[in-house]
């Protein structure tokens, strides 16, 4: 029998960062993949970021992680997102060479000294004494173990579905996992059936590009990774184009041969990002609805058709798409396909990510019910770094709403769960401001470091970034630019009503149209600051009331989520609590006060209760 300290099942996005994270803490680790030519895949759009996920890939890099470096060395076409909006939402969002990528990938795998990968399915989960021991492939094979991370994805049990044709299989036609959703249920483990979709992928000699309009990435580029140094370029460019009212004509026609209203598909779909014909259907009003062509890769003639995911019959999805502007002559390399799949219900799951009950079993990525490369990515890491803590007999790391976006995914999962395909964006998060993007290095380095994630260099850089922020905001604020006709002039030149005496140089950043760089013809004790840090000194002081308003929030969060609440208690004997809060509280056992109140069906009254509890079980004596 071979023996690990960890396994991980799964090699996607979440089962990478896993089994890297593990590895890289210093435990011999396992990472076993249904195909080896499905690492790190990315079935459906070839891209990272976008809107709230990319504050997760900053997060997942300033940890440690490997999602953004890799992103870094293999994108095509990279563009912020929201820039007409404040920081709190900017979010970066890059086009991957998807083969590109899943070399890169590979690579950073097979270099690591702990870790092996192997082909295989697993058939059997081990348990002896309330804790996981290891597992048995269908091969025949045992792995011993003393913690397993499950990073199923979106293969158990699935069946890909085009009209009225359905089979079991995975996503482009890779194998299903067959046996891994008996091996959960014969843990007492409850799944239910999600389902996904991806659009048609067509090729690119076929395409009228005259009539799209072409989408430019940025320049300058803006990497993922806080490591990335060096100019970036953009290879390549995406276009825009619509659907019309032929395109949805046609599908009004042949609905009743749409599965998902067929009664075809039992799985529920993401609400975020519906299929087209639902998009028709939910939204009559539209008379077009945006599609982006991207290509998949610079050494592939596929090109992906964002907005048209659909599991229409192929003769309908073709007929479709020779309506649309640029896409007449389209000729198509793959069918778009729904896949329903089996996952966990993620209210079963502590906020280490670790299952309640059985100790040493982990879960990550849309097995958990998530969506989305970077959600799997976030919980990869963490359910990585929390299971290498538990064979280190270490205490599990916890992310707070107010720390990380990851900390608010997990928590919704755990705490809320969801109904549906969970995706994060960024009104999912109460403390936006506070958690951006730009300072995912400051909120998460220190940790990274403290588990063995975050080098000594990368811990030093980010340091040095602080530092380098906080004392030039010291500096302008203890500025004072006397009036005279220079300044009148600067900021007349500036679009700035002049002012009627000295004025501070912090105050003038806080002026809308200004930022740090605009100083250099007035400010004497003016020096040129990395971009990294010019941004901070620019959002710390034009943000600096908004940004106090949210500390003094989370405050008042972090008073609840201090509030300790006994593990393993009986919630029926408080005869208070409604019939509801006793039973949920009983099933969840949160950490705290402030997570009891966020479980659906415990109510403000019921948070009373504990409270008043609470205060007189800390002045009984004895406690």
Same mark, same amino acid.
């Given at each position: 029998m071979d023996r690990f300290d960890i396994a991980v099942i799964g090699a996607g996005h979440a089962g990478c960062e896993a089994a890297l994270a593990c590895a890289r803490m210093g435990l011999r680790t396992l990472l076993l993949t249904l195909n080896l030519d499905a690492v790190a895949l990315m079935p459906c759009n070839p891209s990272i970021g976008g809107t709230g996920k990319g504050h997760l890939v900053r997060e997942v890099d300033a940890l440690g992680g490997e999602m953004g470096r890799a992103i870094d060395d293999?994108?095509?076409?990279?563009?912020?997102?929201?820039?007409?909006?404040?920081?709190? &939402?900017?979010?970066?969002?890059?086009?991957?060479?998807?083969? $590109?990528?899943?070399?890169?990938?590979?690579?950073? @795998?097979?270099?690591?000294?702990?870790?092996?990968?192997?082909?295989?399915?697993?058939? =059997? +989960?081990?348990?002896?004494?309330?804790?996981?021991?290891?597992?048995?492939?269908?091969?025949?094979?045992?792995?011993?173990?003393?913690?397993?991370?499950?990073?199923?994805?979106?293969?158990?049990?699935?069946? +890909? /579905?085009?009209?009225?044709? $359905?089979?079991?299989?995975?996503?482009?036609?890779?194998?299903?996992?067959?046996h891994l959703a008996d091996a959960l249920r014969e843990l007492g483990i409850s799944l239910r059936r999600f389902k996904t979709g991806t659009p048609p992928r067509v090729e690119e000699s076929s395409l009228d590009f005259d009539e799209m309009e072409p989408q430019e990435g940025d320049h300058p580029v803006t990497p993922f990774s806080f490591l990335t140094d060096g100019l970036l370029q953009n290879r390549a460019r995406c276009y825009l184009t619509y659907t019309n009212e032929q395109t949805h004509r046609i599908i009004r026609e042949n609905i009743h041969r749409a599965p998902m209203y067929a009664g075809a598909i039992h799985g529920t779909g993401a609400r975020y990002c519906p299929s087209i014909e639902d998009k028709i259907m939910r939204f009559a009003d539209k008379d077009r609805h945006q599609l982006f062509l991207e290509p998949e890769g610079l050494s592939t003639p596929e090109w992906y058709v964002q907005g048209l995911s659909t599991s229409m019959p192929e003769d309908v999805q073709?007929?479709?798409?020779?309506? /649309?502007?640029?896409?007449?002559?389209?000729?198509?390399?793959?069918?778009?396909?729904?896949?329903?799949?089996?996952?966990?219900? !993620?209210?079963?799951?502590?906020?280490?990510?670790? @299952?309640?009950?059985?100790?040493?079993?982990?879960?990550?990525?849309?097995?958990?019910?998530?969506?989305?490369?970077?959600?799997?990515?976030?919980?990869g890491i963490l359910a990585g770094i929390n299971a290498a803590r538990h064979v280190q007999g270490k205490s599990p790391v916890i992310l707070g709403r107010d720390q990380a976006y990851i900390g608010v995914l997990v928590d919704d999962l755990t705490t809320k769960g969801t109904n549906e395909p969970?995706?994060?964006?960024?009104?999912?998060?109460?403390?936006?401001?506070?958690l951006r993007q730009?300072?995912?290095?400051?909120?998460?380095?220190? /940790?990274?470091?403290? &588990?063995? @994630?975050?080098?000594?260099?990368?811990?030093? =850089?980010?340091?040095?970034?602080?530092?380098?922020?906080?004392? $030039?905001?010291?500096?302008?604020?203890?500025?004072? @630019?006397?009036?005279?006709?220079?300044?009148?002039?600067?900021?007349?030149?500036?679009?700035? $009503?002049? !002012?009627?005496?000295?004025?501070?140089?912090?105050?003038?950043?806080?002026? *809308?149209?200004?930022?740090?760089?605009?100083?250099?013809?007035?400010? *004497?004790?003016? &020096? *040129?600051? !990395?971009?990294?840090?010019?941004?901070?000194?620019?959002?710390?002081?034009?943000?600096?009331?908004?940004?106090?308003?949210?500390?003094?929030? &989370?405050?008042?969060?972090?008073?609840?989520?201090?509030q300790l609440l006994p593990q393993g208690f009986d919630y029926h004997t408080l005869s208070g609590l409604r019939i509801e809060a006793r039973q949920k509280l009983s099933a969840h056992q949160p950490r705290s006060l402030g997570e009891a109140g966020r479980i659906s069906g415990v109510s403000p009254g019921d948070i009373a209760v504990l409270m008043v509890w609470l205060a007189r079980r800390e002045q009984a004596p004895g406690s």
């Open positions: 293999t994108f095509i076409q990279s563009r912020m997102l929201n820039t007409g909006k404040g920081p709190a &939402v900017h979010s970066l969002r890059a086009q991957a060479d998807k083969r $590109a990528y899943q070399q890169r990938m590979l690579s950073a @795998l097979f270099s690591e000294p702990n870790l092996e990968i192997r082909q295989g399915e697993c058939g =059997r +989960i081990l348990c002896e004494g309330g804790c996981v021991t290891g597992f048995c492939t269908t091969t025949g094979a045992r792995i011993a173990c003393r913690a397993l991370i499950v990073c199923a994805g979106v293969y158990m049990d699935s069946r +890909i /579905i085009i009209g009225e044709c $359905a089979w079991q299989g995975g996503p482009q036609g890779l194998l299903a996992s067959c073709l007929a479709m798409l020779h309506t /649309i502007p640029g896409l007449r002559g389209a000729r198509v390399l793959r069918l778009a396909y729904a896949i329903e799949y089996e996952c966990l219900d !993620p209210l079963q799951l502590r906020a280490d990510l670790a @299952l309640r009950g059985l100790r040493g079993l982990y879960f990550a990525g849309q097995v958990n019910g998530t969506s989305g490369y970077e959600e799997a990515a976030a919980q969970y995706r994060m964006m960024t009104s999912r998060c109460e403390y936006r401001l506070l730009d300072n995912a290095d400051l909120r998460l380095t220190e /940790i990274g470091h403290a &588990v063995g @994630l975050a080098s000594d260099a990368r811990l030093a =850089r980010m340091r040095e970034k602080k530092q380098a922020a906080q004392d $030039a905001i010291a500096r302008l604020k203890r500025t004072w @630019l006397p009036k005279s006709p220079e300044l009148d002039a600067w900021m007349e030149a500036h679009g700035q $009503a002049a !002012p009627s005496a000295s004025v501070c140089a912090a105050d003038l950043l806080r002026r *809308p149209g200004l930022s740090y760089d605009d100083l250099a013809g007035v400010d *004497p004790g003016y &020096v *040129p600051l !990395p971009l990294p840090v010019r941004e901070q000194v620019d959002i710390a002081l034009r943000y600096e009331g908004y940004i106090d308003k949210e500390r003094r929030q &989370v405050e008042a969060f972090r008073k609840a989520e201090d």
